[in-house]
């Protein structure tokens, strides 16, 4: 029939065998694929816990860094209260430590003011 393993493949029983007699298995990862679910994990937090005196502000002053305005930090911290609401209820002053919240999306359009430097 066809040439074996040892061969450089070909065909064996009418399937094809590649070169070294290895085949592939679809099953299992490839190299450098994550193996377990802690390498499935962002690099980047997708949840904080609410400490004792935070608030949608500070926790948005807080994600945004230490250059933040004041402006940026008042268009920010309406996006948490969005992406969170189920969790706080309807009032966004009142958050309770220990609430775990989600990190909104980065808006995409023109929705934060431009840094100073790009005035």
Known sequence: MGSDATTGG???DGIDVPAGGRVGVPDRPTAGAPTRYTDLRP?????????????LWNIAARELGPGATADAI??????????NRH??????????????????????????????QEQ
């Open 43 to 55: 690099a980047v937090p997708v949840r904080i816990v609410v400490r004792k005196g935070d608030s």
């Open 10 to 12: 070909g065909q064996k």
């Open 74 to 83: 008042a268009a920010r911290w309406p996006d948490w209260y969005a992406a």
């Open 87 to 116: 969790v706080i209820g309807n009032d966004p002053d009142l958050i309770l430590p220990g609430q775990v919240l989600r990190i909104p999306p980065v808006p995409t359009g023109d929705h934060l003011p431009p840094h100073p």
